[in-house]
């Protein structure tokens, strides 16, 4: 019998497979096209307070082995989708992430307490709620906020106190690669009360159109993703595992089993699927019985058996 | 897995792609579709151009490394279909015109068949193609090589205008139909967006539409829009 699950902060993942915030919108699209409760959890799109359009102009731009991204977190803000996606999400039997990110300090706060109103509210009814936040300081695509404080870690230190003392629920950091110290973030998240770090988000990158003497992106700079990045987010991943003692949410360019695997062995407890779902709309439904065959094969019974052992 | 059945050249870059399967859709509709392994990342979106008992058909322009490995496919190939998406064209009654610049002729041959009687309007900046292939379909057919096929079109005398071409085929039609509109006459014109897409279903927020009402995702309430809802930025 092969055992999958994982465990972060008392939430069960009934396999290590969560698929990424801003690849897999709530989850509803996904659904139409196989059973998501299989996943062991969805972080949603990420959520600001108030809904934001997102940014103008081109969006994506294929890179060779990733993607670029520009989105710019376009979303319904924090209140409408308490209203319009929770419910559907409490008919789901998986872990439920809320990724949460900000332009300001007073943003982070009032969004987290939102989400843990409701949380009361549900866990009072006996309803399912939210299961964890993920704290994104580390989107690269929006002009305030975001980005400026996952780079440095005093403005980061900021955030991740004040969202902390906003919320009893388990708190994951989503750190950028861009930080200029990874491990240090890592490490001080953990001494301000995270109880998991994710990583990594987008690497900041850039594409120019030669004829037209520009950037593709209206906002000039864009987010790499996809297998591209696979190497860099394995030695980041592994660089942090060594140093914190809170569990680590592997993620960057995951497509097949023996890529999660890789994650695993460098120390990561669960991991997270994104731009894959973008090559394979049903990436979710073919990594879970991937995983599933290759651990039979490589007679693996536990992930236990096999993280951090690099 | 879905097979190709023939994969004919129509003109400078322009194909015509026939899928052996049971496939369904609506006019307007698109398939994400894939001939390769992991590279290029992301699947194209193209539109049903037809749907019969032998399978579903697209009409393409090989315009990046997507659609360049699709014109390469021979009968017998394998490739990955994922589909129908989308919101298309409406079933509609009254008088109608559908209106198509280059490329975008792709989805109206499947609305052309749904439609009997509709005028055409065909129009091409350089070489036309597919155009014998609409002439039984219409009650008139127009083809424009080198000029701007909207100029044929008589906006007052139609109740519903379907519309796909290049971005700024669309913003004209637009404001065609505004005029319109405002000298008493009221087609309603729809026009079908080419934006880019990731993944084709609505999650990835890629292809955002600036709408009326607020952003909407070409992929899953479009490709089709009411022609006045769509707020064009440039």
Same mark, same amino acid.
């Given at each position: 019998?092969?055992?999958?699950?994982?465990?972060?902060?008392?939430?069960?993942?009934?396999?290590?497979?969560?698929?990424?915030?801003?690849?897999?919108?709530?989850?509803?699209?996904?659904?139409?096209?196989?059973?998501?409760?299989?996943?062991?959890?969805?972080?949603?799109?990420?959520?600001?307070?108030?809904?934001?359009?997102?940014?103008?102009?081109?969006?994506?731009?294929?890179? *060779?082995?990733?993607?670029?991204?520009?989105?710019?977190?376009?979303?319904?803000?924090?209140?409408?989708? #308490?209203?319009?996606?929770?419910?559907?999400?409490?008919?789901?039997?998986?872990?439920?992430?809320?990724?949460?990110?900000?332009?300001?300090?007073?943003?982070?706060?009032?969004? $987290?307490?939102?989400?843990?109103?409701?949380?009361?509210?549900?866990?009072?009814?006996?309803?399912?709620?939210?299961?964890?936040?993920?704290?994104?300081?580390?989107?690269?695509?929006?002009?305030?906020?975001?980005?400026?404080?996952?780079?440095?870690?005093?403005?980061?230190?900021?955030?991740?106190?004040?969202?902390?003392?906003?919320?009893?629920?388990?708190?994951?950091?989503? &750190?950028?690669?861009?930080?200029?110290?990874?491990?240090?973030?890592?490490?001080?998240?953990?001494?301000?009360?995270?109880?998991?770090?994710?990583? #990594?988000?987008?690497?900041?990158?850039?594409?120019?159109?030669?004829?037209? !003497? !520009?950037?593709?992106?209206?906002?000039?700079?864009?987010?790499?993703?996809?297998?591209?990045?696979?190497?860099? $987010?394995?030695?980041?991943?592994?660089?942090?595992?060594? !140093?914190?003692?809170?569990?680590?949410?592997?993620?960057?360019?995951?497509?097949?089993?023996?890529?999660?695997?890789?994650?695993?062995?460098?120390?990561?407890?669960?991991?997270?699927?994104?731009?894959?779902?973008?090559?394979? &709309?049903? *990436?979710?439904?073919?990594?879970?019985?991937?995983?599933?065959?290759?651990?039979?094969?490589?007679? #693996?019974?536990?992930?236990?058996?096999?993280?951090?052992?690099? | 897995?879905?097979? +190709?059945? =023939?994969?004919?050249?129509?003109?400078?870059?322009?194909?015509?792609?026939? +899928?052996?399967?049971?496939?369904?859709?609506?006019?307007?509709?698109? @398939?994400?579709?894939?001939?390769?392994?992991?590279?290029?990342?992301? =699947?194209?979106?193209?539109?049903?151009?037809?749907?019969?008992?032998?399978?579903?058909?697209?009409?393409?322009?090989?315009?990046?490394?997507?659609?360049?490995?699709?014109?390469?496919?021979? /009968?017998?190939?394998?490739?990955?279909?994922?589909?129908?998406?989308?919101?298309?064209?409406?079933?509609?009654?009254?008088?109608?015109?559908? +209106?198509?610049?280059?490329?975008?002729?792709?989805?109206? @041959?499947?609305?052309?068949?749904?439609?009997?009687?509709? %005028?055409? @309007?065909?129009?091409?900046?350089?070489?036309?193609?597919?155009?014998?292939?609409?002439?039984?379909?219409?009650?008139?057919?127009?083809?424009?090589?080198?000029?701007?096929?909207?100029?044929?079109? %008589?906006?007052?005398?139609?109740?519903?205008?379907?519309?796909?071409? /290049?971005?700024?085929?669309?913003?004209?039609?637009?404001?065609?139909?505004?005029?319109?509109?405002?000298?008493?006459?009221?087609?309603?014109? @729809?026009?079908?967006?080419?934006?880019?897409?990731?993944?084709?279903?609505?999650?990835?927020? +890629?292809?955002?539409? =600036?709408?009326? %009402?607020?952003?909407?995702?070409?992929?899953? %309430?479009?490709?089709?829009?009411?022609?006045?809802?769509?707020?064009?930025?440039?």
């Amino acid at each position: 019998m092969i055992n999958m699950t994982a465990n972060i902060a008392g939430v069960h993942f009934k396999n290590p497979i969560i698929m990424a915030s801003g690849t897999f919108g709530f989850g509803r699209e996904y659904s139409k096209l196989y059973d998501v409760s299989l996943l062991g959890g969805i972080s949603g799109k990420g959520l600001t307070l108030n809904p934001k359009a997102g940014n103008p102009g081109v969006r994506v731009y294929e890179t *060779a082995s990733g993607m670029l991204n520009s989105v710019g977190l376009e979303n319904p803000g924090v209140e409408a989708f #308490i209203v319009k996606e929770l419910p559907y999400w409490e008919t789901l039997d998986t872990a439920r992430l809320v990724n949460l990110g900000g332009n300001t300090l007073p943003d982070y706060v009032l969004g $987290a307490e939102l989400i843990q109103r409701d949380a009361d509210a549900r866990s009072a009814a006996g309803k399912p709620a939210v299961d964890m936040i993920e704290l994104n300081i580390s989107c690269p695509n929006v002009k305030e906020g975001g980005i400026a404080f996952g780079v440095k870690t005093p403005a980061a230190q900021e955030v991740v106190r004040a969202v902390r003392a906003a919320t009893k629920l388990p708190l994951a950091v989503k &750190l950028s690669p861009n930080a200029e110290d990874i491990a240090e973030m890592a490490e001080m998240c953990q001494e301000e009360g995270a109880d998991a770090i994710s990583l #990594i988000n987008t690497i900041s990158g850039m594409k120019i159109d030669v004829r037209r !003497r !520009r950037s593709v992106f209206n906002n000039l700079y864009a987010g790499l993703s996809g297998p591209a990045i696979k190497p860099v $987010a394995l030695r980041m991943v592994h660089q942090v595992a060594k !140093r914190v003692s809170i569990p680590v949410i592997g993620m960057g360019g995951i497509t097949s089993a023996t890529d999660i695997i890789e994650f695993i062995m460098a120390g990561a407890t669960v991991i997270q699927v994104g731009t894959y779902n973008f090559m394979n &709309l049903r *990436a979710g439904s073919t990594l879970v019985e991937e995983l599933q065959e290759f651990m039979i094969e490589e007679n #693996i019974s536990s992930l236990e058996e096999i993280r951090g052992i690099i | 897995m879905a097979t +190709v059945i =023939s994969n004919e050249r129509l003109a400078d870059g322009v194909y015509h792609l026939r +899928v052996e399967g049971d496939y369904g859709g609506a006019m307007g509709q698109f @398939y994400m579709l894939r001939a390769w392994g992991a590279f290029p990342l992301l =699947s194209r979106p193209l539109s049903i151009h037809q749907v019969n008992d032998d399978g579903v058909e697209f009409l393409y322009h090989v315009v990046g490394e997507g659609t360049k490995i699709l014109a390469e496919l021979e /009968p017998g190939d394998s490739l990955e279909l994922e589909g129908p998406f989308g919101s298309g064209f409406p079933a509609v009654d009254g008088k109608v015109a559908l +209106v198509g610049g280059g490329i975008g002729i792709a989805p109206l @041959y499947y609305c052309a068949q749904e439609l009997p009687g509709s %005028d055409i @309007y065909l129009g091409f900046s350089r070489e036309a193609f597919r155009t014998e292939a609409f002439r039984p379909l219409a009650a008139e057919l127009t083809v424009n090589v080198g000029g701007l096929v909207l100029d044929s079109v %008589d906006f007052s005398s139609y109740d519903h205008i379907f519309v796909c071409g /290049p971005h700024p085929m669309l913003k004209a039609a637009q404001l065609k139909g505004r005029a319109a509109q405002a000298a008493g006459k009221g087609p309603k014109v @729809y026009l079908s967006l080419e934006n880019r897409m990731a993944c084709g279903i609505g999650a990835c927020l +890629v292809c955002s539409v =600036s709408c009326r %009402d607020g952003q909407r995702k070409a992929c899953a %309430d479009g490709p089709v829009f009411l022609a006045d809802e769509v707020i064009f930025h440039d």
